[in-house]
């Protein structure tokens, strides 16, 4: 087998991984600050700056700079959807596409197929490199390089690490990348001071969808850890806050460990709670969410955010691979 | 405080809990009701939030914490009094 790098055909002899990264800061492959509601895309250079690309009957390995796609207000990047991106060889210019919009938030719609151990598209398709600007992108020519969302705007994207804020601060990670990826830490803190619950049904955090952490994975190959630490009040000992995670639901805890420190000798107390998470949701759009419920009804629980005190912090911890 | 809101708007309509963000700004406060309060119910909780005096809760809270306190220095204070059952569980030994 032989590859092309610059036009000029040399033998190497391992198929060399592309080293960009998908991205929504310009020359800026991994985020470690928010990039909130942005309309392009980028595939910055990170590790090198070569791709790997097949032509329908050899590899060619070809040089490049940064590429990006302008979706701003685009239909065609459709509100609340996931696209597939690839690299591809428009006769002579290496381009970042986007395929056909996932036909759901868990179900792409153009599948993928390994070549040489590469994603690549399974079957010609249409990739999008503009608004108005489309190519042919013969079987096995786009080569698969992550997914991203878009959020309840056409044409944006996002990336949100959260943060402190009454209610919560959401994550949302909507870009992913196939190659070079990087560890993720997510921490959503709710400062409301207090507040009560008398239920034993498992809610969102405070009532809130600002407690959780959204991410799509493109591949289920990675997964992820979320921990959940909470501090209650109990006002009797049969009157236990359970703190637990959700995995897309709010309505159950599926923490894998947790704990209530429940008590038949203290009449009233304070008790911290910690809550793990680990395993894989799956393919596509996933969303992560402390819960809490009482083991009991017969009296209100207090629940503290920060208590209103400059010592107190309860939050919520999220890690994935994107 | 926030038990004695929890307490006050439990009696006028079924909620599952009250959120306070911070204390002195109601306009962050939030009542989580049961599905099945009525407008007239949550209109009444409202009127409870409306009228609720943070302070004087407190102020209730702090009333009755001292009251358990004298209680238990009164009966600490009688080495040869006779223990009974109740005087254990008002030292929250039992």
């Known amino acids: 087998m032989t590859w092309t790098r610059s036009g000029t055909r040399q033998t190497f002899l391992e198929l060399p991984n592309p080293g960009g990264r998908l991205t929504l800061t310009s020359a800026t492959p991994v985020l470690t600050a928010d990039a909130a509601n942005q309309t392009t895309l980028y595939y910055a250079l990170y590790l090198n700056d070569i791709v790997p690309l097949y032509d329908g009957t050899n590899w060619g390995v ?54 040489n151990g590469r994603w690549t598209n399974n079957a010609s398709m249409t990739g ?20 991203i969302r878009t959020t309840a705007s056409a044409g944006t994207t996002t990336w949100e690490l959260g943060g402190e804020a009454a209610n919560g601060d959401p994550g949302l990670l909507y870009v992913w990348n196939a190659y070079n990826r990087v560890g993720v830490s997510v ?28 991410y799509l994975y493109g591949l289920n190959e990675d997964y992820v850890h979320a921990e959940h630490i909470n501090q209650g009040l109990a006002s009797t000992s049969v009157e236990i806050v359970i703190s637990g995670i959700g995995v897309d639901v709010t309505n159950a805890n599926n923490a894998v460990i947790f704990l209530n420190e429940a008590s038949t000798t203290v009449a009233a107390g304070v008790f911290a709670h910690t809550s793990y998470y680990v395993g894989y949701p799956g393919l596509g759009l996933h969303f992560i969410s402390a819960v809490e419920y009482c083991t009991g009804v017969v009296a209100a629980v207090t629940v503290r955010g920060d208590a209103g005190s400059a010592n107190i912090q309860t939050g919520f911890w999220f890690s994935g691979t994107l | 405080m926030i038990t004695v809101l929890h307490d006050r708007l439990a009696l006028v309509a079924p909620i599952d809990g009250v959120s306070v963000a911070v204390e002195n700004d109601k306009s962050g406060w939030r009542v989580d009701f049961k599905p099945e309060a009525t407008p007239a119910q949550r209109a ?27 209680k238990r220095t009164s009966l600490l204070s009688q080495p040869n009094k006779s223990i009974t059952v109740q005087d254990l569980i008002d030292l929250g030994l039992l």
Do not use: H, P
């Open chain 1, 62 to 115: 070809y040089q490049i700079g940064e590429l990006s796609i302008a979706m701003a207000a685009s239909a065609n990047w459709a509100a609340n959807s996931n696209f597939d991106c690839y690299l591809y060889n428009d006769s002579g210019t290496v381009r970042l596409v986007t395929g056909a919009a996932w036909t759901s938030d868990t179900a792409r719609n153009e599948s993928l197929t390994r070549l």
């Open chain 2, 44 to 70: 009444a909780a409202q009127a409870v939030v409306d009228a609720f005096d943070v302070a004087a809760a407190e102020q209730k809270l702090k009333d009755a914490e001292q009251a358990e306190k004298d």
């Open chain 1, 128 to 147: 999008r490199y503009g608004a108005a600007s489309t190519v042919t992108v013969g079987a096995n020519q786009g080569l698969y390089v992550g997914t």
């Open chain 1, 187 to 214: 921490f959503v803190a709710d400062n409301t001071n207090t507040w009560t619950y008398q239920s034993a049904t498992v809610r969102a955090k405070n009532n809130s969808t600002g407690n959780r952490v959204t």
